[in-house]
C-alpha cells in the first residue's frame, strides 16, 4: 500500500503528538538525562540515512526518530534543578526584585500576579524564573511594575482533584508567593508595545464601564476580552450549566466558532465568498489585536483563520493536515500544552468537530427538511459538532455536563459576532464622544439582556445538567474511538455524505 506525501507527513505529525501526550505521564526524573533522548534520535537519523533503499529499516527508524524527537523535546521543557532558578529555593523566604510580566488578575478579594525574578539582595545573586503571586486588591499593580518582594516561596499543589501544580507548569511558574510584603520600585519596566496594549484595553474597560451597568458590563468585558473577571459567581454557575461558559474565552475553541459563524452570517446577508472571507479574516485579525495579542488569543486566531480558509474552500477537511501541522508548532514551543491546557484541548477537539462532524451533521438536518433561515441550520450543525467532541473534555476537567448546551448553543452564540461588532463600533464611537457612550452601548445592552435571559431561563430548567463523577482516561478514550469509527463508516458507505 502506497501512501501520498500529504497521508505520510499526517501521519508523521499524529506520531510526535501521540508520543507528546506519552510523554507527559512519564516521571520527570527519566528526562533528567536528555542526551540519552538526543543519541538515541542522532542514532535513528544516521540510520535513516545509511539505510535509505530498505524500505523496512527506513520505515521502522523514521517512527523511531520521531518518537525520540518527541520525547527529548519534551524533556528540555522541564526545568532543572540549579542554584539559578527560583523553584531551587522553594520553603525559603527570600528577598527578591521581580517584574510583572502579565496583566493582573483581579479577584474577588485579592489580585494575582505573574512575575519575572531579576534579582535577590538576600542572596546577592542573579535568579532566574518565574513566580505567582497573590496579594490584596489594593494598592493595585500593572504590566511593567518592578517590585521588591519579601516572602516565602512555595510549590504549587493540587487541590480539590484539580492538579495546580501542572496548570501553572504550562506558563513555566514552579514557585508560588501568598500575601507577601511589595513595594514598587520602578514603573514602566516591560515590553513597550505590550504595555500600551494594556493600557489602551484598560482605557475600553472604562468605557464598557460607562456604556453599560452590571452585570452587562462584566459580561461585555469577558465575552469581547476573554475571562470572567467581575462576573458574579451565580452567574458564572449558570453560564456552566447551561454550557456557554466558552463564549467567555478568548480560545480556538470559541474564536472558531465565531469565526464560523461570522462568515456563515456574512454569506446570508448578501455578500459574495470572497468578500465575505476576506471581511471574516479582517474582522478576526482587529479582534485578536484588540483583546492585547496574548498567546493564547493569537492561537486562537490561527485556528480561526484555518476555519474560515477551509469554509472558503468549501471542504473543512482539506485543512486537516494545516490543523495538525499548526498543532505540531505550538507543542514545539510548549509541549506541556497537549495534557495540561484544556483551552488548547477544547480548541483542537472543536475545530476536529467542525471538519469530520460538521458536513455529516449539515447533511443530516437538509434531508429531514430543517429550514436554512440565513444560516441558522448551518450554526446549528457547527455548535453541535463541537459540543459532540468537546464534552467528554469539559465532563472530565469540570465534573458536569450540560444536557441543553446544543440548544442554548444555538439560541446564544449566533448572536455574539453581531454583539462583539457592536460593541466595537460602540467603543469607538464612545473614544469621539464619550459623554454619549450610554446612547452608543444600548444595542449592546438589550443584547446582553437577553443573553442573561436565556442563560437564567435555562439554568432554571430541571436537569438541565448532570453531575459526573470520576470520569477515567480510558472512557475518553472509548468515547473518541467510537466517533471516529461511526465518522468512518459514514463515509465510506456514504451516509449524510
Same mark, same amino acid.
Given at each position: 500500500?502506497?501512501?501520498?506525501?500529504?497521508?505520510?507527513?499526517?501521519?508523521?505529525?499524529?506520531?510526535?503528538?501521540?508520543?507528546?501526550?506519552?510523554?507527559?505521564?512519564?516521571?520527570?526524573?527519566?528526562?533528567?538525562?536528555?542526551?540519552?533522548?538526543?543519541?538515541?534520535?542522532?542514532?535513528?537519523?544516521?540510520?535513516?540515512?545509511?539505510?535509505?533503499?530498505?524500505?523496512?529499516?527506513?520505515?521502522?527508524?523514521?517512527?523511531?526518530?520521531?518518537?525520540?524527537?518527541?520525547?527529548?523535546?519534551?524533556?528540555?521543557?522541564?526545568?532543572?534543578?540549579?542554584?539559578?532558578?527560583?523553584?531551587?529555593?522553594?520553603?525559603?523566604?527570600?528577598?527578591?526584585?521581580?517584574?510583572?510580566?502579565?496583566?493582573?488578575?483581579?479577584?474577588?478579594?485579592?489580585?494575582?500576579?505573574?512575575?519575572?525574578?531579576?534579582?535577590?539582595?538576600?542572596?546577592?545573586?542573579?535568579?532566574?524564573?518565574?513566580?505567582?503571586?497573590?496579594?490584596?486588591?489594593?494598592?493595585?499593580?500593572?504590566?511593567?511594575?518592578?517590585?521588591?518582594?519579601?516572602?516565602?516561596?512555595?510549590?504549587?499543589?493540587?487541590?480539590?482533584?484539580?492538579?495546580?501544580?501542572?496548570?501553572?507548569?504550562?506558563? +513555566?511558574?514552579?514557585?508560588?508567593?501568598?500575601?507577601?510584603?511589595?513595594?514598587?520600585?520602578?514603573?514602566?519596566?516591560?515590553?513597550?508595545?505590550?504595555?500600551?496594549?494594556?493600557?489602551?484595553?484598560?482605557?475600553?474597560?472604562?468605557?464598557?464601564?460607562?456604556?453599560? +451597568?452590571?452585570?452587562?458590563?462584566?459580561?461585555?468585558?469577558?465575552?469581547?476580552?476573554?475571562?470572567?473577571?467581575?462576573?458574579?459567581?451565580?452567574?458564572?454557575?449558570?453560564?456552566?450549566?447551561?454550557?456557554?461558559?466558552?463564549?467567555?474565552?478568548?480560545?480556538?475553541?470559541?474564536?472558531?466558532?465565531?469565526?464560523?459563524?461570522?462568515?456563515?452570517?456574512?454569506?446570508?446577508?448578501?455578500?459574495?465568498?470572497?468578500?465575505?472571507?476576506?471581511?471574516?479574516?479582517?474582522?478576526?485579525?482587529?479582534?485578536?489585536?484588540?483583546?492585547?495579542?496574548?498567546?493564547?488569543? @493569537?492561537?486562537?486566531?490561527?485556528?480561526?483563520?484555518?476555519?474560515?480558509?477551509?469554509?472558503?474552500?468549501?471542504?473543512?477537511?482539506?485543512?486537516?493536515?494545516?490543523?495538525?501541522?499548526?498543532?505540531?508548532?505550538?507543542?514545539?514551543?510548549?509541549?506541556?500544552?497537549?495534557?495540561?491546557?484544556?483551552?488548547?484541548?477544547?480548541?483542537?477537539?472543536?475545530?476536529?468537530?467542525?471538519?469530520?462532524?460538521?458536513?455529516?451533521?449539515?447533511?443530516?438536518?437538509?434531508?429531514?427538511?430543517?429550514?436554512?433561515?440565513?444560516?441558522?441550520?448551518?450554526?446549528?450543525?457547527?455548535?453541535?459538532?463541537?459540543?459532540?467532541? @468537546?464534552?467528554?473534555?469539559?465532563?472530565?476537567?469540570?465534573?458536569?455536563?450540560?444536557?441543553?448546551?446544543?440548544?442554548?448553543?444555538?439560541?446564544?452564540?449566533?448572536?455574539?459576532?453581531?454583539?462583539?461588532?457592536?460593541?466595537?463600533?460602540?467603543?469607538?464611537?464612545?473614544?469621539?464622544?464619550?459623554?454619549?457612550?450610554?446612547?452608543?452601548?444600548?444595542?449592546?445592552?438589550?443584547?446582553?439582556?437577553?443573553?442573561?435571559?436565556?442563560?437564567?431561563?435555562?439554568?432554571?430548567?430541571?436537569?438541565?445538567?448532570?453531575? @459526573?463523577?470520576?470520569?477515567?482516561?480510558?472512557?475518553?478514550?472509548?468515547?473518541?474511538?467510537?466517533?471516529?469509527?461511526?465518522?468512518?463508516?459514514?463515509?465510506?458507505?456514504?451516509?449524510?455524505?
Amino acid at each position: 500500500m502506497s501512501f501520498s506525501k500529504a497521508k505520510i507527513f499526517l501521519i508523521c505529525c499524529l506520531i510526535f503528538i501521540l508520543n507528546i501526550f506519552l510523554a507527559s505521564f512519564f516521571p520527570p526524573r527519566l528526562f533528567d538525562n536528555n542526551i540519552f533522548y538526543f543519541s538515541l534520535l542522532l542514532l535513528c537519523s544516521i540510520s535513516v540515512i545509511l539505510f535509505w533503499q530498505s524500505k523496512i529499516i527506513k520505515l521502522v527508524s523514521s517512527i523511531l526518530l520521531i518518537i525520540f524527537f518527541a520525547f527529548w523535546r519534551y524533556g528540555l521543557s522541564i526545568p532543572k534543578d540549579s542554584i539559578d532558578k527560583i523553584s531551587h529555593y522553594n520553603n525559603n523566604s527570600l528577598d527578591l526584585i521581580a517584574t510583572i510580566v502579565n496583566e493582573p488578575d483581579i479577584r474577588e478579594n485579592s489580585q494575582k500576579l505573574e512575575a519575572e525574578i531579576n534579582y535577590s539582595p538576600s542572596l546577592k545573586r542573579v535568579i532566574n524564573g518565574k513566580i505567582l503571586i497573590t496579594t490584596n486588591l489594593y494598592p493595585s499593580y500593572g504590566y511593567g511594575d518592578q517590585l521588591a518582594i519579601t516572602c516565602k516561596l512555595v510549590a504549587p499543589e493540587k487541590f480539590d482533584e484539580f492538579a495546580y501544580d501542572r496548570y501553572l507548569a504550562r506558563y +513555566n511558574i514552579y514557585s508560588v508567593c501568598y500575601y507577601p510584603r511589595v513595594k514598587i520600585v520602578n514603573r514602566n519596566q516591560g515590553n513597550w508595545l505590550y504595555e500600551k496594549l494594556f493600557v489602551f484595553k484598560g482605557r475600553l474597560f472604562q468605557l464598557i464601564d460607562y456604556g453599560l +451597568n452590571e452585570p452587562e458590563a462584566s459580561l461585555a468585558r469577558s465575552i469581547v476580552f476573554g475571562g470572567q473577571r467581575g462576573l458574579d459567581e451565580i452567574i458564572r454557575k449558570q453560564f456552566a450549566q447551561v454550557g456557554l461558559t466558552h463564549i467567555m474565552a478568548v480560545s480556538g475553541f470559541n474564536v472558531s466558532i465565531l469565526a464560523s459563524v461570522v462568515l456563515i452570517l456574512l454569506l446570508g446577508i448578501g455578500f459574495s465568498r470572497n468578500q465575505s472571507f476576506y471581511l471574516s479574516i479582517i474582522i478576526l485579525l482587529n479582534y485578536i489585536i484588540l483583546v492585547g495579542a496574548p498567546a493564547s488569543a @493569537t492561537r486562537a486566531g490561527l485556528m480561526g483563520f484555518l476555519v474560515l480558509l477551509g469554509i472558503h474552500l468549501g471542504r473543512l477537511s482539506k485543512i486537516t493536515n494545516g490543523l495538525v501541522l499548526t498543532a505540531v508548532i505550538l507543542l514545539l514551543i510548549n509541549p506541556k500544552l497537549l495534557r495540561d491546557d484544556i483551552g488548547f484541548q477544547l480548541s483542537f477537539l472543536a475545530l476536529a468537530g467542525l471538519i469530520y462532524v460538521s458536513p455529516i451533521l449539515e447533511n443530516f438536518l437538509a434531508r429531514i427538511k430543517i429550514p436554512e433561515l440565513k444560516g441558522l441550520r448551518n450554526c446549528l450543525a457547527i455548535t453541535l459538532s463541537a459540543q459532540i467532541f @468537546t464534552w467528554p473534555i469539559s465532563a472530565y476537567n469540570f465534573s458536569q455536563i450540560s444536557l441543553i448546551a446544543p440548544i442554548a448553543n444555538l439560541l446564544v452564540v449566533w448572536l455574539i459576532p453581531l454583539l462583539t461588532i457592536v460593541i466595537l463600533l460602540a467603543l469607538s464611537a464612545s473614544f469621539i464622544l464619550p459623554g454619549l457612550a450610554n446612547l452608543f452601548f444600548v444595542p449592546a445592552m438589550l443584547g446582553f439582556k437577553y443573553i442573561l435571559f436565556i442563560v437564567q431561563l435555562m439554568a432554571k430548567m430541571p436537569h438541565s445538567y448532570l453531575e @459526573t463523577t470520576y470520569v477515567s482516561w480510558i472512557g475518553l478514550g472509548i468515547y473518541y474511538l467510537a466517533i471516529i469509527i461511526l465518522i468512518i463508516y459514514f463515509k465510506i458507505n456514504k451516509i449524510y455524505v
